[in-house]
């Protein structure tokens, strides 16, 4: 009876604890068995199987409904930023148009000038062979004036030796009255002593006075005659010696004339052959006009097509533009939609508070994310971390030294120490470059956690991938932007690290002098600095730079730091000098925006936030990655920084 009894109140017990659990919403006990209770028992077990599972089954809605959240959130920045670019775009899209039709307006202008220039060559051409016309016409009459000259010369030449003669022939004609002149006198003597004797004879000699008389008349007669012949033969021989002298005189200036003939035709054959390659010139010049014509309307006809793509790209883009309200719309209704989710999950896991069961503790995956240092320029990176781990569901953790130096790596060598004492399960890492921090790492990877370097890897120390930028490249590409901008000459300063060696410095540096060493127009000139300057050591050392290189046309920033520190210093000693710096923050912008910083090569440190976690996806899953993701680079300036600075 007392066994019944006892039998009975544990039956009773055993009753009274299945329902009482049930009705207290208690499911945390082992399933109950009572025979005599089964109905009640399998109420409870049921009950309690169903209850176990809609918690757990809740608790993994709860999770997703957090991760759709982070999700949406970033559809909603993403498309918000899309949309703004949009706009930006197809507001340049329509400035593009206007600029294209200024184009056509220009390309019409250029295709009535070289029109015009075609029609001034082809007359230019026509004057020109009429000029050679008329030269050779000139030539013609010049050759013509020579030969008469020739001839007259002849003559001339005939007239001068008859003239010779002519004297020949005078003197002896006056040698010829002379001997007349000389008989004539004698002959007068004679008659005179004739006369004389005569006179003597008397009457006898009358007779032979009369003839002695007209003896004597003639011979005065002739002698007369022979002076007068005489004196006209001497002034002939004066008229043929003057004409001698004149005909002398013209052989100089036909001489003389020659002379001037021959050198007019040299000047008119020199100015046919110039007017010769003139022709041919402006034929050569014709054919260029001709050609640039043709270019010009391969020109007109680029332009409208070009003319009618930008309409085309600019209909698109503000359809993409309108688009991308709706879009940004529909993100913020499935915001709504989620935040209402996630209130309804709220209010249910609020509900079912009073349902207690045996949960099932599900384990996330502890991350260590760790930068090199404390700075603006990890903002992106942290950010996207941070929305990736809230989608992916792991615990992260991010640190950075606040300093560079012995300081920066004895903080970054306490947090390892700090992670290796912890359950952590990877690390995604910028190293600095020491002994110990490698030690670390290398203990770390023993243990088991994962590890994804940014930007550079430590020697020994084994991995699971490197994402970052690739250094080297990235200093040609700022090389590229600093030789467009000095258009391929001038003077370059490169400030190079003296303190701390960091290999992603170091090789941004070589790749951009490799590539300025190929234009031989730029000298390069490199100059020890800090790597992380306070402003006085900033102030001093670009001071003493610029002093020590006076014709500095730009400087060469391997990292943010410095090229702050040129934006500031510019801003309080203007100079015209470009600035080409590494990376883009807030404050690059805004030294950009005053004209202090001419451009940035900027990497994409917000990828490295969310491709470092998505890796490490896949490689908890035991799936294979990538060694090496290389993020590129892309360069900022005036005419695009509205784009790129919607990310700050």
Not at 479 to 497: C, H
Request: proline share 2%; with cysteine.
């Amino acid at each position: 009876m007392w066994r019944k009894g006892k039998k009975v109140a544990n039956e009773k017990k055993s009753t009274g604890d299945s329902l009482d659990k049930l009705l207290s919403w208690d499911f945390r006990e082992d399933s109950f068995e009572n025979p005599g209770n089964k109905k009640q028992d399998l109420a409870y077990n049921n009950y309690k199987a169903y209850f176990t599972q809609f918690k757990n089954d809740f608790d993994n809605v709860r999770d997703i409904s957090s991760q759709l959240e982070g999700v949406i959130e970033g559809m909603v920045e993403a498309s918000r930023s899309v949309r703004m670019s949009a706009e930006y775009i197809a507001q340049g899209s329509q400035s593009q148009a206007e600029d294209v039709g200024h184009c056509m307006n220009v390309a019409d202008n250029l295709a009535d000038k070289i029109n015009s220039m075609d029609n001034k060559s082809k007359e230019l051409i026509q004057l020109a062979h009429e000029m050679n016309e008329e030269n050779s016409s000139g030539k013609e009459a010049i050759d013509n004036l020579t030969l008469n000259q020739e001839k007259n010369q002849k003559v001339i030449k005939s007239i001068t030796e008859e003239i010779y003669l002519l004297l020949d022939k005078t003197k002896k004609i006056n040698e010829v009255t002379q001997v007349l002149y000389t008989i004539a006198s004698q002959t007068n003597l004679l008659a005179l002593n004739a006369s004389i004797e005569a006179a003597r004879a008397g009457e006898a000699g009358k007779g032979f006075a009369v003839v002695a008389d007209e003896v004597r008349k003639l011979s005065e007669e002739s002698r007369l005659a022979s002076e007068h012949i005489n004196d006209s033969i001497s002034d002939i021989t004066k008229e043929l010696d003057n004409l001698k002298q004149t005909i002398d005189m013209s052989g100089t200036t036909f001489e003389e004339q020659t002379q001037a003939v021959e050198k007019v035709t040299k000047t008119m054959e020199g100015v046919s052959t110039s007017v010769d390659q003139f022709i041919e010139r402006q034929k050569e010049f014709n054919k260029d006009v001709e050609e640039l014509s043709g270019d010009k309307e391969r020109l007109i006809t680029s332009i409208s097509s070009i003319a009618s793509v930008v309409q085309e790209a600019s209909a698109t883009t503000e359809e993409v533009a309108s688009l991308t309200i709706t879009q940004d719309s529909n993100a913020g209704l499935l915001v709504k939609m989620a935040r209402d989710l996630c209130g309804k999950v709220e209010f249910i896991d609020k509900n079912s508070k009073q349902i207690h069961t045996a949960s099932i503790h599900i384990k996330k995956k502890k991350v260590a994310m760790i930068w090199d240092l404390d700075d603006p320029f990890w903002e992106p990176a942290t950010k996207e971390a941070n929305k990736t781990a809230k989608v992916l569901g792991y615990d992260i953790t991010i640190f950075a030294p606040k300093v560079r130096g012995n300081a920066g790596t004895a903080q970054m060598i306490e947090h390892l120490d700090q992670i290796l004492s912890s359950d952590y399960d990877a690390i995604v890492i910028s190293p600095i470059d020491d002994l110990k921090v490698a030690d670390r790492l290398k203990k770390a990877a023993d243990q088991g956690i994962k590890i994804i370097f940014i930007l550079s890897t430590v020697d020994g120390v084994p991995y699971e991938a490197l994402v970052g930028t690739n250094s080297i490249q990235c200093g040609v590409n700022a090389g590229k932007t600093a030789k467009q901008l000095l258009d391929n000459k001038g003077e370059i300063i490169v400030g190079m690290w003296a303190d701390n060696k960091l290999d992603s410095i170091e090789k941004r540096a070589e790749g951009f002098i490799n590539e300025i060493k190929s234009e031989h127009n730029i000298k390069i000139n490199l100059v020890d600095v800090v790597g992380e300057p306070s402003e006085e050591d900033a102030e001093r050392i670009i001071s003493k730079m610029l002093k020590d290189h006076p014709d500095t046309d730009l400087v060469y920033a391997t990292n943010v730091g410095w090229g702050l520190a040129y934006g500031k210093y510019f801003e309080k000693h203007p100079k015209d000098i470009k600035v080409v710096t590494i990376d883009f923050t807030k404050d690059v912008a805004k030294y950009m925006k005053k004209g202090k910083i001419t451009a940035a090569i900027a990497q994409r440190p917000f990828a490295w936030g969310s491709v470092t976690l998505e890796l490490l996806g896949n490689i908890f899953d035991g799936k294979e990655v990538k060694k090496y993701t290389d993020t590129g680079t892309y360069e900022v300036n005036m005419n695009n920084i509205q784009i790129f600075e919607q990310r700050f």
